[in-house]
């Protein structure tokens, strides 16, 4: 089975060169935790590209990015607003309600993964507002979603309006963030929305053990160092996480390694038409095929998920091979 | 001020090229969190180097893996016996708090920040045993210690006696566990005496961000790979962390590291003579100076931490220039 | 507004004379928290009632019996499988997350709030077992269920022959333990099933604030007991909770009031035919009627609570009034 | 041996018979929760007690108020100052860890169980600002002592303007507050001092089951609201604690069962001399008895603890027999 061919996951895959070359670049510093030049340039490199006062934290996973961001917006007693096929719900092993220290996570429904004001209401509207029921404290969205959808900046304004108007924080987990805006086509900024915290997601786009939390409220940031290094996640040499993170930032690598692998998605998704369960937004691809069908695929050589009983998952990565992705479209045409 | 006068800490250091060479050679693997061939191989690799049954789970942060373990032996409502002086006490931000969910460090006494049966027992003989007062679940000792003083075998063995009359577990704090074995000159099994977990430190001894919590009983190993799940410590790409700790284990680079570390300090300390507030053990010194001393010490380019308001520390690290150690060995002689 | 006329809730209720008495009856003895002669007494009058080993232990509310019994069944990484609509869920403020540590609350269907062997193993089989997916530990189930409906026996028996193959503990919320056992004419051991803790309610039943927990695995009730400190529900006066808990259990007052409740409950069934929206199990009814309709028994004097848009909720007590209870369903059958 | 010769503890005395009336007379409200007429009315008979504006809750131990009153001034990350002799540290099982997330009690010195400025600030200035130590958020005084010493007003104004300068919070154990207002002879205001919070202790001063968290900050009791449910609390039958908070407001019946209590102490203090370890400023005694002195006593029917090997804990309480106070005291003299 060869490399190439792998359609399995982005989280697994290598490290991009500009990110080895930037950790060598600060073996000799040796500023401890996160007084090394590098991570104390973070807050002016994210305050640049999002247009405002950014405070930024690296840490080494999504979950731990998700949780120590949520645990700003949600107090133990309250909950958080996600999607019932989030990943802070599905994937995270109750991530969240250890950081969070017993808060409840409620789940909303919506197409795609994505939470419209509409099915947020549907889950919190019914709360009674008496001190029997966990009150709702924060809304987390996944941008891009776990079906690679995308929120529209328009989507985001909406639901973050209705945050305000409840008093509800508003998080996002970009672990996909790059897949998103280079799909949107949009800012930085817009495509985070008014939210208080992201989780800026590295990993699944080249990077090797680092994501960023980034605050736009910087008093949250305050709260969530502390929380970091009580989760045992401030790393001594952090100057290779920062080293990552800028590289990332760096003549916008970030985005041009989304989009690296945004172009391998619609190059499969062009072959696939009806099959798609959901349209191509990012670098997740949702397709029908039998039994028969995903035994044949695998026969030629290609691996990804089964996706249910009915279906595949493929995600391509930033070094997706461009020629596989097109070898891999024909086989799905030829099915 | 030059790099190799610099005795601040060991835990910034660079990281050793072999670790370097081992992350890059697994850099086109791909599987995920621990699934990959070197995750899978360490349980083999530290049974063969502890001659038991080991399970041994990488973590980022010796932070983590201190608090991962003791959750495995200390229920929430119970505590765990460390010394006052100890590093989960000290400086881990309330970690044992939020990994145990609020269980109680007891704090015991001990010369050299090193527990005795007698130091335990003064601390955990009063306690009523009824339900008012926290009852002691395990004890936890750091070897080498935070006053850079090594257990001996028997002192460890005593302990663990103690710890089995009064049914509570044993867990190993060993941050710099490599420089007490080299400087004790024991097995590793005899340096880590009858504990069921060893936090065995690798980022202090030439490691980036691999710790090893090594288990010896396999039945805790099973809980605490949910927790670090759960508190956002399995990394995606943890692959690169496993490649850490086996090119750590190869060879015994861990040893040929600490021994380095140890020569330095022991080279500093051969000068210090009734300076040395501690034996040194490791690679650690407390080194009694007035301050018109330690500003001539950093005149001569020294770098090193106050330690109240009459020593000096200077910590010495697997890369520490031997013609440094001997020049500010030098420099202590002529104060 | 007549008091006799009240059906919002047993939860509220007056004290049974006999618990007054009974508490009057301790007023003197002085020994604190559990050492008093009563509470010394409960784990074997429990145990008579059930025929087999117990241990007891008072507590004032149904949350806290809930909790502290689950706490001693489900670690803080695991979940436990209840039904959608079950107390714990809905009404107890995320106290589960609290007791249990974040645990998580694995929400299964069917009818009636009651749980069945299938609606559990639709949510849990489709767990993957690995470390990112919450694993169930425990199952809950509450008897008489939310809806009023009761667990038959070989019901129960069936749930626990899935939990014991599944390695999972069985935990009855019993706020109303009284009403089913009264319902289903069988033993309390029938009633309570093979389970490993029940919450006996009694506080709905005539008592004032003590509910009991029976552990039938006398070691988790050695842990509930630091846990229930821990959680500040030890009352220095625990001999006044006692003293309810056995003046209920005095020739079987708990089941003498529980019927009186029923029976109150039977008695306005019987004229709602098709508008019941539940069968009449215990001392609980949901009554399809109209908002005209809800007004005309309320203009009648009759309080109750509205059950969503389209329906009432009557509740019965130990002290119904049997004549009021006639004249609802008078009132209902003329509506 | 005589109950009226008990000077065990004020814990489990007889329950007052006003507070007995006042009980019988909420039998037939039916409002659940903290939904009737008394539970409401407490913010304003505790706002015309303390002559500002209070939000007042009831909970039915100390443990409970302490910790719920503590979880809104003190983050999960952060600590909380007391004595090392507190009962939050002693005996309460550990419950500040549970209810605070894991939060670190900060254990400082001072004679009497009193904390002073200075043993406050040499527990606390040595804490670097930095994240890898724990910062405190609050501190908790208790009022009278766990020695039975009484902080004077100046005294608390005193720490209560260190812990405004450092942005603590600041709260007051008042197990036995009455015991202290009727010593110092002051308002309720100037005893509990600068406060935000006030564990407002009514058990063991006559009561059965109710204690009041006085909050003086409202927006805190808004929290602690929530807190009381999840912690399972929130007792539906509520009314009867509530009848027992305002029937010891009423009349200041709190003030005269302290006085009564202290009285006691006074009588046999008077013949204690140089015995006594403490001076005598509540109800409570500690003195210097030989173990032949102690059976001398118990040999004439008087009960007590052992205090250490060296002493005798008297605590007289709100029903002490003055006669066997006198009686005691003859006793002592006569050793």
Sequence with gaps: MSRSKQFLSDNAASVHPQLWEAMRAVDEADAPYDGDALSQEMDARFGALFGRECAAL???????????????????HGGVVCHREAHIEMDEAGAPGFYLHGAKLMLAGGAGAKLTPDTI??????IRDDVHQVQPHAISVTQASEYGRCYRPEELLAIGNLAQARGLGLHVDGARFGNAVAFLGCSPAEAVGPAQALSFGFVKNGGMSAEAIVFFDPRLADIARYRRKRAGHLQSKGRYLAAQVLAMLEGDLWLENA????AAAAEIA???GDRLMHPVEANELFVRCTIAEREALRAQGFGF???????????????????????????VASL
Tied chains: 1, 2, 3, 4.
């Design 121 to 126: 209401c549907a889950e919190i509207d019914p």
């Design 305 to 331: 998920y089964d996706w249910g009983a009915d279906a595949a998952r493929f995600v391509t990565a930033w070094n997706s091979d461009p020629a596989a992705a097109s070898e891999l479209a024909k086989a």
């Design 58 to 76: 690296w840490v080494a996973t999504g979950t731990a990015a998700n949780c120590l961001a949520l645990a700003t917006l949600c107090d133990p």
């Design 270 to 272: 062009s072959s696939c």
């Design 259 to 262: 989009r690296a692998a945004n």
